[in-house]
């Protein structure tokens, strides 16, 4: 997805200024920010694709900042969807955990390659929406979801799912009665180079669930299969 536009936020300027330019050189429109505040002051009036965001920042931290992000919903364009790439100078586990909670897409733990952050972007930015978009809409007893519209409805109300959630309901959907396992759902949402956790996909089906199940603690559309993955069950209609 050459020119691309990316947002670095960072309060170290040097590695504000090298990632810019391996990310520039590689045709991406790049803007910075150095805390909290003015990232969300950027990501409004630059509307990114990505943004490269780290989660220790003065003002207002990363996880803070992706919090509200993803609460943003306006008349213009918004950036409650946009890819986010979190970075992280701890080690600890509890870190990655919250963000992806948050809503983080990918995480990168500091110090890093600039060229691996550089390939974890392309990743990233090469998923895009294109979830079957080819295919017609999948019509279900409560569930309808449309690849063209990128949009989805549980008994003709419609959700608000990230690029990420909608992509793993329609994975499912398209092989309802079937189980995927995380490694599948990573193939077909995250793609073959994804770098992370597989545990990414319990905790984006989490935040799926709340939004989509009636009783998100008692699924019954997207339900667990222990010790092998995931199922979709609705009667298609």
Not at 124 to 141: C, D, K, Q, V
């Amino acid at each position: 997805m050459s020119g691309a536009k990316i947002l670095i936020v960072d309060d170290e300027p040097g590695i504000l200024k090298t990632v810019r330019a391996y990310l520039e050189r590689e045709g991406y429109a790049v803007e910075t920010a150095l805390d909290g505040p003015s990232a969300l002051k950027a990501a409004r009036a630059f509307t990114p694709d990505l943004i490269i965001l780290d989660i220790m920042l003065p003002g207002m931290d990363g996880l803070e900042v992706l919090r509200r992000l993803r609460q943003e919903r306006g008349s213009g364009p918004s950036v409650a969807d946009v890819y986010v790439l979190m970075l992280t100078a701890r080690t600890d586990e509890m870190d990655k955990v919250i963000g992806l909670t948050v809503g983080a897409d990918d995480y990168l733990t500091k110090p890093f390659s600039p060229r691996e952050l550089v390939a974890r972007v392309k990743a990233i930015l090469r998923r895009g929406r294109t979830a079957g978009t080819e295919e017609g809409a999948l019509i279900f007893r409560h569930v309808r979801v449309d690849p063209a519209a990128h949009q989805a409805w549980k008994d003709d109300r419609p959700l608000d799912l990230t690029s990420i959630e909608f992509n793993i309901l329609y994975a499912l959907a398209r092989h309802r009665g079937q189980v995927l396992s995380r490694e599948q759902l990573i193939e077909q949402v995250w793609g073959y180079d994804y770098y992370g956790d597989e545990r990414v996909v319990d905790v984006h089906m989490g935040r799926l669930r709340k939004k989509i199940e009636d009783d998100p603690e008692n699924p019954r559309l997207l339900v667990t299969v222990r010790g092998a993955g995931y199922r979709f069950e609705d009667e298609p209609i």
